[in-house]
Protein backbone atom coordinates (compact mmCIF):
# COMPACT_ATOMS: atom_id res chain seq x y z
CA UNK A 1 0.00 0.00 0.00
CA UNK A 2 2.71 2.44 1.11
CA UNK A 3 4.26 1.51 -2.70
CA UNK A 4 1.23 2.41 -4.16
CA UNK A 5 1.12 5.83 -2.32
CA UNK A 6 4.64 6.53 -3.40
CA UNK A 7 4.16 5.64 -7.16
CA UNK A 8 1.38 7.89 -7.23
CA UNK A 9 3.35 11.34 -5.09
CA UNK A 10 6.16 10.39 -7.94
CA UNK A 11 3.87 10.31 -10.83
CA UNK A 12 2.14 14.00 -9.56
CA UNK A 13 5.46 15.39 -9.40
CA UNK A 14 6.77 14.73 -12.38
CA UNK A 15 3.31 15.22 -14.36
CA UNK A 16 3.28 18.94 -12.39
CA UNK A 17 6.83 19.50 -13.46
CA UNK A 18 6.38 18.70 -17.03
CA UNK A 19 3.01 20.42 -17.13
CA UNK A 20 4.58 23.25 -15.87
CA UNK A 21 7.68 23.56 -17.94
CA UNK A 22 5.54 23.78 -21.59
CA UNK A 23 5.33 27.28 -22.36
CA UNK A 24 1.73 28.68 -23.61
CA UNK A 25 1.10 29.61 -27.75
CA UNK A 26 0.93 33.40 -26.26
CA UNK A 27 4.44 32.89 -24.58
CA UNK A 28 6.28 31.09 -27.03
CA UNK A 29 5.33 34.16 -29.68
CA UNK A 30 6.84 36.62 -27.34
CA UNK A 31 10.34 34.89 -26.79
CA UNK A 32 13.27 35.65 -29.01
CA UNK A 33 15.50 32.75 -30.32
CA UNK A 34 17.44 32.66 -26.99
CA UNK A 35 14.55 31.75 -25.33
CA UNK A 36 13.78 34.80 -23.37
CA UNK A 37 10.60 37.13 -23.94
CA UNK A 38 10.97 39.99 -26.27
CA UNK A 39 8.89 42.24 -24.31
CA UNK A 40 8.33 42.95 -21.17
CA UNK A 41 4.95 43.07 -19.61
CA UNK A 42 5.01 46.82 -19.33
CA UNK A 43 5.75 46.70 -22.78
CA UNK A 44 2.96 44.99 -24.03
CA UNK A 45 0.22 46.81 -22.00
CA UNK A 46 1.85 50.55 -23.25
CA UNK A 47 1.47 49.04 -26.83
CA UNK A 48 -2.16 47.39 -26.01
CA UNK A 49 -2.84 51.30 -24.50
CA UNK A 50 -1.42 53.30 -27.34
CA UNK A 51 -3.38 50.77 -29.95
CA UNK A 52 -6.91 51.34 -27.56
CA UNK A 53 -6.28 55.49 -27.32
CA UNK A 54 -5.89 55.17 -31.27
CA UNK A 55 -8.78 53.57 -31.66
CA UNK A 56 -10.87 55.49 -29.57
CA UNK A 57 -9.53 58.47 -31.37
CA UNK A 58 -10.58 57.15 -34.61
CA UNK A 59 -14.23 56.32 -33.09
CA UNK A 60 -14.19 60.54 -31.82
CA UNK A 61 -13.36 61.55 -34.97
CA UNK A 62 -15.73 59.48 -36.83
CA UNK A 63 -18.51 60.81 -34.11
CA UNK A 64 -17.77 64.22 -34.58
CA UNK A 65 -17.57 64.03 -38.29
CA UNK A 66 -21.07 62.81 -37.95
CA UNK A 67 -22.62 65.09 -35.61
CA UNK A 68 -20.76 68.05 -38.04
CA UNK A 69 -22.93 66.34 -41.03
CA UNK A 70 -26.27 66.16 -39.02
CA UNK A 71 -26.25 69.11 -37.90
CA UNK A 72 -24.89 71.10 -40.98
CA UNK A 73 -28.17 69.41 -42.70
CA UNK A 74 -29.97 71.00 -39.99
CA UNK A 75 -28.33 74.34 -39.84
CA UNK A 76 -28.69 74.71 -43.56
CA UNK A 77 -32.34 74.04 -42.85
CA UNK A 78 -32.44 76.62 -40.18
CA UNK A 79 -30.75 79.50 -43.09
CA UNK A 80 -33.54 78.17 -45.59
CA UNK A 81 -36.23 78.86 -42.66
CA UNK A 82 -34.96 82.49 -41.68
CA UNK A 83 -34.70 83.68 -45.39
CA UNK A 84 -38.40 82.65 -45.55
CA UNK A 85 -39.05 84.93 -42.62
CA UNK A 86 -36.79 87.53 -44.25
CA UNK A 87 -38.77 86.98 -47.60
CA UNK A 88 -41.96 87.77 -45.53
CA UNK A 89 -40.84 90.65 -43.46
CA UNK A 90 -39.79 92.25 -47.15
CA UNK A 91 -43.56 91.74 -48.01
CA UNK A 92 -44.76 94.10 -45.47
CA UNK A 93 -47.29 91.48 -44.56
CA UNK A 94 -46.73 91.77 -40.69
CA UNK A 95 -47.18 94.66 -38.17
CA UNK A 96 -44.58 94.62 -35.28
CA UNK A 97 -41.98 94.34 -37.82
CA UNK A 98 -38.89 95.85 -36.13
CA UNK A 99 -39.23 93.82 -33.20
CA UNK A 100 -39.63 90.43 -35.72
CA UNK A 101 -36.80 92.01 -37.37
CA UNK A 102 -34.50 91.85 -34.07
CA UNK A 103 -35.47 88.27 -33.22
CA UNK A 104 -34.85 87.19 -36.12
CA UNK A 105 -30.98 88.71 -36.53
CA UNK A 106 -30.36 87.43 -33.11
CA UNK A 107 -31.29 83.48 -34.73
CA UNK A 108 -29.67 84.63 -37.80
CA UNK A 109 -26.24 85.38 -35.69
CA UNK A 110 -26.67 82.32 -33.51
CA UNK A 111 -26.91 79.75 -36.61
CA UNK A 112 -24.31 81.04 -37.68
CA UNK A 113 -22.33 81.49 -34.45
CA UNK A 114 -23.03 76.99 -34.25
CA UNK A 115 -21.67 76.67 -37.72
CA UNK A 116 -18.41 78.10 -37.09
CA UNK A 117 -18.65 76.09 -33.78
CA UNK A 118 -18.78 72.73 -35.25
CA UNK A 119 -16.65 73.54 -37.95
CA UNK A 120 -13.56 74.63 -35.93
CA UNK A 121 -13.63 72.15 -33.46
CA UNK A 122 -10.73 70.57 -32.64
CA UNK A 123 -10.92 67.03 -31.47
CA UNK A 124 -9.34 65.96 -28.19
CA UNK A 125 -10.57 63.28 -26.16
CA UNK A 126 -10.91 65.43 -22.86
CA UNK A 127 -13.76 68.36 -23.85
CA UNK A 128 -15.15 65.99 -26.26
CA UNK A 129 -18.45 64.84 -24.33
CA UNK A 130 -18.98 68.49 -22.68
CA UNK A 131 -18.64 70.07 -26.37
CA UNK A 132 -21.21 67.67 -27.56
CA UNK A 133 -23.59 68.16 -24.86
CA UNK A 134 -23.12 71.82 -24.88
CA UNK A 135 -23.82 71.98 -28.72
CA UNK A 136 -26.88 69.72 -28.49
CA UNK A 137 -28.10 71.56 -26.03
CA UNK A 138 -27.72 75.10 -28.24
CA UNK A 139 -28.91 73.71 -31.56
CA UNK A 140 -31.88 72.32 -29.46
CA UNK A 141 -32.52 76.00 -28.18
CA UNK A 142 -32.44 77.52 -31.58
CA UNK A 143 -34.75 75.31 -33.13
CA UNK A 144 -37.15 76.02 -30.43
CA UNK A 145 -36.27 79.72 -30.73
CA UNK A 146 -37.20 79.21 -34.43
CA UNK A 147 -40.16 77.60 -33.84
CA UNK A 148 -41.45 80.35 -31.67
CA UNK A 149 -41.08 82.63 -34.05
CA UNK A 150 -43.20 81.18 -36.65
CA UNK A 151 -45.65 80.72 -33.86
CA UNK A 152 -45.27 84.36 -32.90
CA UNK A 153 -46.27 85.39 -36.25
CA UNK A 154 -47.83 82.53 -37.87
CA UNK A 155 -45.69 81.90 -40.37
Not at 8 to 15: G, P, R
Not at 35 to 56: C, F, M, N, P
Request: no cysteine; charged share 35%.
Amino acid sequence: MKNNYLVIVISTLFAGTFFTSVESPNQLKHMNPSGQYAHSVRELTREHRHDEAKKQKEALVEEWKTLWKVSGDELDQNTRRIDLMRDMLSKGEKAFDDLYLVRIESVERKNENLRAMIETYEQTQEDWSWFKLDFTRKMEELTQTLEEIEQDYHY
